[in-house]
Each structure stands twice: as structure tokens, then as C-alpha cells.
């Protein structure tokens, strides 16, 4: 079970640290609504090859609607070589951080 309040300062702290944030939905869900600063990059572009245009060294953290797809996003940066990805999970459980 996750801590949503941990999860929240532990988000911050990445952020602060110059992580970005990447909102791995759909544009549509994206343009519903999105935590502030998230770029939209969304899973299917992840796995046709499209990465973010950060430097591999540059930590990302990756969230989506249930966790499934910041999950498979995760796996996927990691093969293609970003160093640090952290994996937030749920939009729904963060969204008031």
C-alpha cells in the first residue's frame, strides 16, 4: 500500500533535485487535467521509440492513470538507457501533492 503523503514529499524532493515529471497518458487525458510542471509524454510513444528529449542523466518520474502504464514507461526508459526513473503510480493519489 502506498503513503500518499510520503509519496508526496518524496515527489517533491525529486522535483526540487531537477527531476522531471512526465504525465505518460494520452493527450486527452493530459489536457483533463495534469500536476503542474508535467510534461505529456505519453506510453505509446515510449514504446515506439520516442524518448523524452531530456539528457539520460537527468532523473525522470513518470506517472499515468492507475500505475500500469508509469510502470511499463519505467521498464522502458530504463532499457533505452535513462539512468534514474522513479515510478509515482497513480494520478488520482498525487494530484493534490
Excluded at 66 to 82: D, I, P, Q
Aim: aromatic share 8%; charged share 25%.
Amino acid at each position: 500500500m502506498h503513503n500518499p503523503q510520503k509519496q508526496c514529499q518524496e515527489t517533491r524532493r525529486l522535483l526540487s533535485e531537477g527531476a522531471r515529471l512526465l504525465d505518460v497518458r494520452t493527450e486527452n487525458e493530459y489536457r483533463q487535467g495534469a500536476l503542474q510542471d508535467a510534461i505529456n509524454h505519453p506510453v505509446e510513444w515510449i514504446s515506439a521509440g520516442f524518448h523524452p528529449q531530456e539528457e539520460k542523466e537527468t532523473p525522470l518520474v513518470v506517472y499515468c492513470v492507475s500505475g500500469a502504464r508509469s510502470s511499463a514507461a519505467r521498464s522502458m526508459l530504463l532499457a533505452a538507457g535513462f539512468k534514474e526513473v522513479h515510478d509515482l503510480g497513480s494520478y488520482q493519489n498525487i494530484q493534490f501533492c
